[in-house]
């Protein structure tokens, strides 16, 4: 029975987040970001996100993202600098292929930093890749 159910590996799905500049806050801010690098569209993407560690967790907040055509990316939502101290967990899911997919990605605490900073392909800024 358990043998018979095939679940599909998600590649050539991304998060990442991009230190960018936001003009209703006139500061720089942390946006995390799907990408899609496959060569089909993905439908129904939803982005489950929250931070923790061992003594703290924050709510936890579902994106419907909808359809994200092939080599693009659409914005998950803005991170508050008081979270950057905790594990970073985003749990994506979606359709192509006539299937569902999914994936979690997480940025480990500390993590998402100046430093840290790598040219992200497609979104064409400087941000982080989760692992």
Do not use: C
Request: hydrophobic fraction near 45%.
């Amino acid at each position: 029975m358990k043998k018979d159910i095939e679940i599909p590996i998600a590649i050539d799905v991304h998060i990442a987040i991009i230190r960018e500049w936001n003009e209703d806050f006139l500061s720089k801010v942390w946006n995390a970001y799907i990408i899609n690098s496959r060569a089909d569209e993905i439908e129904m993407a939803i982005v489950v996100s929250k931070g923790f560690d061992d003594e703290r967790q924050t709510s936890t907040m579902r994106h419907g993202i909808g359809t994200i055509a092939p080599k693009t990316f659409k914005k998950v939502e803005m991170l508050q600098e008081e979270i950057l101290s905790l594990n970073n967990e985003f749990f994506v899911t979606f359709f192509a292929e006539g299937k569902l997919f999914e994936k979690r990605f997480v940025f480990l605490k500390n993590t998402i930093s100046e430093k840290n900073l790598t040219n992200i392909p497609l979104i064409e800024k400087d941000g982080i890749f989760a692992t």
